[in-house]
T-cell receptor, first 114, second 114 residues
Framework: AQSVTQLDSQVPVFEEAPVELRCNYS??????LFWYVQYPNQGLQLLLK??????LVESINGFEAEFNKSQTSFHLRKPSVHISDTAEYFC????????????FGQGTTLQVKP | GAGVSQSPSNKVTEKGKDVELRCDPI?????LYWYRQRLGQGLEFLIY????????KSGLPSDRFSAERTGESVSTLTIQRTQQEDSAVYLC????????????FGSGTRLTVV
């Protein structure tokens, strides 16, 4: 069975500082990897995903994540955060056979301080 | 509709009562998912519908939980004889075909069992 571990429940950071939100997964078969974001008082939205090809994937708002198969990780990074990045971030995995079911991590709350 | 619609947005019920939660997916989305998010925890998979295939019920926590979906339309999640540990936000998501395209989430139903 697949599982996802987000190592930090909360990450406080000052505006314009870099940030890394950690995600590790466990699976005996190939997987697809996702990051979802939930802004305050909004629903979850897809931020970025890794399906195949280049191990580095980017979002439109400056986040990036790198798939590391040997370390079974998919950490999310941003070189300079904004106040508006304050949100809860969820890492998720699905089987590459695409049964459609996502398994989510516990979530990491990113708190960006001025 | 334009998004995934869930109703009610909030529900307070007495322990032992039955509740029904409703989800209207995006028109044309063949796959529909229910998740539960307890306070301070990640998303817990409950059930997954894909077209006319048999649903994946592997995440339902007990036989008090059941869900139905007629074709590719509305789904209802029913919890019988509610318990306090059922208190959570119940999230519905839909997608046109599998997790790789990305889920569209509803805003959720916050269930409080008193």
């Amino acid at each position: 069975a697949q599982s996802v571990t987000q190592l930090d429940s909360q990450v406080p950071v000052f505006e314009e500082a870099p940030v890394e939100l950690r995600c590790n997964y466990s699976s005996s078969v190939s997987v697809y990897l996702f990051w979802y974001v939930q802004y305050p008082n909004q629903g979850l939205q897809l931020l970025l995903k890794y399906l195949s090809g280049s191990t580095l994937v980017e979002s439109i708002n400056g986040f990036e994540a790198e798939f590391n198969k040997s370390q079974t990780s998919f950490h999310l990074r941003k070189p300079s955060v904004h106040i508006s990045d304050t949100a809860e971030y969820f890492c998720a995995v699905s089987l590459s056979s695409n049964t459609g079911k996502l398994i989510f991590g516990q979530g990491t709350t990113l708190q960006v301080k001025p | 509709g334009a998004g995934v619609s869930q109703s009610p947005s909030n529900k307070v019920t007495e322990k032992g009562k039955d509740v029904e939660l409703r989800c209207d997916p995006i028109s044309g989305h063949t796959a529909l998912y229910w998740y539960r998010q307890r306070l301070g925890q990640g998303l817990e998979f409950l059930i997954y519908f894909q077209g006319n295939s048999a649903p994946d019920k592997s995440g339902l926590p007990s036989d008090r939980f059941s869900a139905e979906r007629t074709g590719e339309s509305v789904s209802t999640l029913t919890i019988q004889r509610t318990q306090q540990e059922d208190s959570a936000v119940y999230l519905c998501a839909s997608t046109q075909g599998g997790a790789t395209i990305g889920y569209t989430f509803g805003s959720g139903t916050r269930l409080t069992v008193v």
